[in-house]
């Protein structure tokens, strides 16, 4: 882990909050030049001192970076996005309210949650490996008591407007989907926290690696989310849910059925569980129309039949909440993520109807798996296993200013038991795919060099600026192929237009 100091955490603190705040205190300021006027209005931000004072909203509003800098190391978590205004919900100032998307005003990072379970396996290397198949490195990894908060901050900060029924959110929220969902395909993340919301806060203590230059154009992450929408909805071995349209009442949709008679619903971690199943039930229920009795009434049946159901005053918090007026619907990513975990055995087969024109769901078919033999049990091993065992091998062997491995040919064929020729091919195509770098010195005391694209990007990131440029230098001398994949992280011209807030978002879908 990076040892952070002050003025570093201060250098995060305001590339995150990218000026949505006040620099300086608006009254009582300590730190502000004498000759310099206080600042105009700006947004707010919410900190919250431990994670069970976040869990019931007691947090302090702050509206200045000073106010940050005066809390250093006392926040676990808090908003990285600006909200248009903060308060507090009782005279005593001790809860607070305002951090709902629909106050939203400028989007300035994506978060994705890493929950490590206990017996899962999760490194901050295996957070990169990811990042390395996304094509964009993190700007900031912060480790947390239950694994890690992952932070891609916009180059310039992504404005909210209430156009088009808030469509600017929208936008952001599926580009926010696929980015978890990506990392989700090989990560245990939690897919169902709010996208711009509550997260872990930098401090001193907890950042595993802050990469500054690394920071995006919102337009390049738009671009890339919907590519990879299209990619998954055509991509047969990774089946998703597919709603059909309907414009019958929520309540009778045929997911309410199956999550009412689902009596194994449990509160997991990294799952959406019992309470948001209820929340969510209830948020139909009210767009329906329905009583908030009746409501109460079938959440209070349906958490009885629960093998390991909530308190009563957990059942009704949830149901006030869903009728409290902040909301107009069930969400439909919710939805998804509900029958994805929770869905009946009969929906993953074939859609089905509650009632004759109501919609239905085809839950998530990834359950489904065709057994292969085991590697152990077959007399040739496949490509991808191979490359598998390669990289693998790798990983152990590069360190900081060396990260090629000098060997032979016949000793990785030995030790990996490839035969030489499907060696030579799975070098050559892993080259071309930009997965690994090797070189090759014929003659005594030649070798082959092996570096793999992880090792290459990781050990530049990590050796000190001023001798980064004669770093690179240095490496593209024995991988000069490796010249696309540097290029690619680290010529990157940054944007400096700030139109965004200006096009026409209407015109703008991620799939």
């Known amino acids: 882990m990076q040892t952070v100091e002050s003025t570093e955490l201060s250098e995060i603190i305001s590339m995150i909050v990218k000026g949505g705040i006040r620099k300086y205190k608006f009254k009582n300021s300590k730190i502000r030049p004498f000759n310099q006027q206080p600042e105009g209005n700006k947004g707010a931000i919410f900190g919250f001192r431990s994670k069970e004072a976040m869990s019931v909203t007691r947090g302090i509003v702050l509206t200045s970076e000073e106010a940050l800098w005066e809390n250093e190391d006392c926040l676990t978590h808090w908003t990285p996005n600006i909200f248009r ?38 490194s901050g290397q295996d957070i990169m490996d990811r990042s390395m198949d996304l094509g964009f490195i993190p700007t900031i990894i912060l480790e947390t008591p ?20 808030y469509n600017s959110v929208r936008i952001a929220r599926n580009v926010s989907s696929n980015l978890r969902r990506f990392f989700a395909e090989e990560l245990p993340v939690d897919l169902g926290c709010n996208h711009f919301g509550i997260a872990r806060i930098p401090r001193t203590d907890n950042v595993l690696q802050f990469n500054p230059e690394m920071t995006y154009d919102i337009q390049t992450l738009i671009d890339w989310s919907f590519e990879y929408s299209a990619d998954n909805l055509i991509d047969l071995e990774r089946p998703k849910l597919y709603l059909v349209p309907s414009k019958n009442k929520q309540s009778d949709a045929a997911w309410v059925d199956q999550l009412l008679n689902n009596k194994q619903i449990t509160g997991e971690k990294g799952l959406l569980g019992r309470n948001s199943a209820i929340f969510t039930m209830a948020l139909a229920y009210y767009s329906s129309g329905k009583s908030i009795e009746d409501c109460y009434n079938d959440m209070d049946q349906f958490n009885s039949n629960l093998s390991n159901g ?22 439909q990513e919710k939805i998804d993520l509900l029958i994805e975990s929770w869905g009946t ?14 919609s239905g769901y085809r839950s998530h078919p990834s359950t489904w798996h065709k057994f292969k033999k085991d590697r152990s049990e077959r007399k040739y ?11 693998a091998f790798l990983k152990d062997k590069s360190y900081t200013y060396k990260p090629y491995f000098v060997t032979t040919k016949r000793e990785i064929a030995e030790e990996l038991k490839i035969p030489s020729r499907s060696l030579d091919n799975v070098l050559k195509e892993m080259q071309k795919e930009g997965i690994l770098f090797y070189s090759v010195k014929p003659g005594r005391g030649g070798g082959i ?3 793999t694209r992880n090792a290459l990007v990781q050990t530049i990131l990590n050796v000190k600026k001023e001798v980064q440029e004669a770093y690179v230098e240095s490496i593209l001398s024995v ?33």
């Open 449 to 451: 060099r092996l570096a």
């Open 381 to 391: 091993s496949h490509k991808h296993e191979w490359q598998a065992d390669l990289l």
């Open 85 to 122: 205004y903060g308060t507090y919900t009782d005279d005593r100032r001790l809860f607070v309210k305002g951090h709902k998307d629909e106050n939203l005003q400028q989007i300035n990072t994506f978060m994705i949650d890493i929950d490590v379970k206990v017996g899962q396996e999760c």
């Open 479 to 511: 991988f000069p192929l490796a010249a696309k994949l540097v290029k690619q992280y680290f010529n990157k011209p940054k944007t400096v237009r700030k139109q965004y807030q200006q096009l026409q978002l209407s015109e703008w879908d991620t799939g």
């Open 146 to 165: 239950g694994g890690f908060q992952v932070y891609y901050v916009l180059e310039n900060p992504w404005f909210i407007s209430n156009a088009n029924d």
């Open 310 to 331: 909530l308190k009563d005053k957990e059942v009704k918090r949830a149901v006030q909440s869903a009728y409290s007026g902040n909301y107009h619907k069930a969400e």
């Open 345 to 358: 055995e009969k929906s993953s087969k074939t859609p089905f109807n509650k009632t004759e024109g109501t």
